[in-house]
């Protein structure tokens, strides 16, 4: 029996695919290149990779699942581990050939590294203690897939920006339905804090308009991602901590925002800030986590 799309969409956490296209243009921006079909294919590309990991951690949190999250797809029934391997692998697969697609040799040379570090991360590394380093690094290599191999230089500062936020954002996550003591939180919250000060250094050359802009991009950035994390600084239990966890994923679009607008692309900041209403009203009805 094939699994209802309502399934398939809650498996993959499917409003959450929203964050990952701002990888792509904040790489792309970076290195120079217009928004044409080599980004959007790129972009195509990592959100059929960033599903494929939402597939594969379901399917190998199954057992732990059953206890800790037992209305998720799996445990509840609605989907057989069999069938969320398959879609895992349908997805890398698709995610792969859309980067062969769009950038030939050079964008596989990161593209196939990077499907390499999710299944690495979810199928063995996620609960050692390099897991939120390696998540962080696969959000680093989405970024660089955006600028090309050619040109990756140019986007690793953009890079190192979305990996410190997203071990942030992980680090938390792997305690959110046990809760914490408030120093986690806090520790991601200062982390939080440090990146949008990293991410507010203009490059040479940098106009006033693009400075303004990346400001108050890294403000929106600071109140989705900061307020959420201090409230669970205040209170660590797990609500708190899903909720922190929800929003840092949200705010994930800002951040990448304020990146291709320090990097002379303003006009990207519109279609991001578009997916990050849409990302939070789809939220509403599939959980990003």
């Known amino acids: 029996m094939r699994p209802r799309p309502a399934v398939l969409l809650e498996l993959v956490r499917a409003p959450a695919a929203l964050t990952v296209p701002g990888d792509a243009l904040a790489g792309a921006a970076a290195a120079g290149?217009?928004?044409?079909?080599?980004?959007?294919?790129?972009?195509?590309?990592?959100?059929?990779?960033?599903?494929?990991?939402?597939?594969?951690?379901?399917?190998?949190?199954?057992?732990?699942?059953a206890v800790e999250r037992p209305?998720?797809?799996?445990?509840?029934?609605?989907?057989?581990?069999?069938?969320v391997l398959a879609v895992a692998v349908t997805l890398t697969g698709a995610g792969l050939a859309l980067a062969a697609w769009a950038g030939g040799r050079r964008a596989l040379g990161v593209a196939v590294p990077l499907a390499a570090t999710v299944w690495a991360y979810d199928l063995g590394l996620k609960n050692t203690?390099?897991?939120?380093?390696?998540?962080?690094?696969?959000?680093?290599?989405?970024?660089?897939?955006?600028?090309?191999t050619g040109r990756w230089r140019l986007a690793l500062p953009s890079a190192?920006?979305?990996?410190?936020?997203?071990?942030?954002?992980?680090?938390?996550?792997r305690r959110e339905t046990q809760g914490a003591s408030p120093a986690l939180p806090a520790r991601s919250l200062a982390v939080t804090v440090a990146t949008a000060g990293a991410a507010a250094v203009p490059p040479p050359g940098h106009d006033p308009a693009g400075r303004a802009a990346t400001a108050g991009l890294l403000g929106a950035y600071l109140l989705a991602a900061g307020g959420a994390q201090l409230a669970a600084v205040?209170?660590?239990?797990?609500?708190?901590?899903?909720?922190?966890?929800?929003?840092?994923?949200?705010?994930?679009?800002?951040?990448?925002?304020?990146?291709?607008a320090r990097s002379g692309s303003r006009a990207a900041a519109i279609p991001l800030l578009a997916g990050y209403l849409a990302a939070l009203r789809l939220s509403r009805k599939v959980s990003p986590t």
């Open 160 to 173: 190192a920006v979305m990996a410190c936020h997203t071990y942030a954002v992980t680090s938390l996550s």
């Open 71 to 83: 209305r998720r797809p799996i445990p509840s029934g609605r989907i057989g581990p069999g069938a």
């Open 234 to 260: 205040a209170e660590p239990d797990p609500a708190h901590l899903q909720r922190a966890v929800a929003a840092g994923i949200h705010a994930m679009i800002p951040l990448q925002a304020a990146l291709a």
């Open 129 to 148: 203690r390099w897991g939120a380093a390696v998540m962080a690094a696969a959000r680093g290599l989405d970024v660089l897939m955006g600028a090309g």
């Open 33 to 65: 290149w217009p928004f044409g079909r080599r980004t959007a294919g790129i972009a195509a590309a990592s959100v059929c990779l960033y599903w494929s990991g939402m597939a594969l951690n379901d399917y190998a949190d199954r057992r732990v699942d």
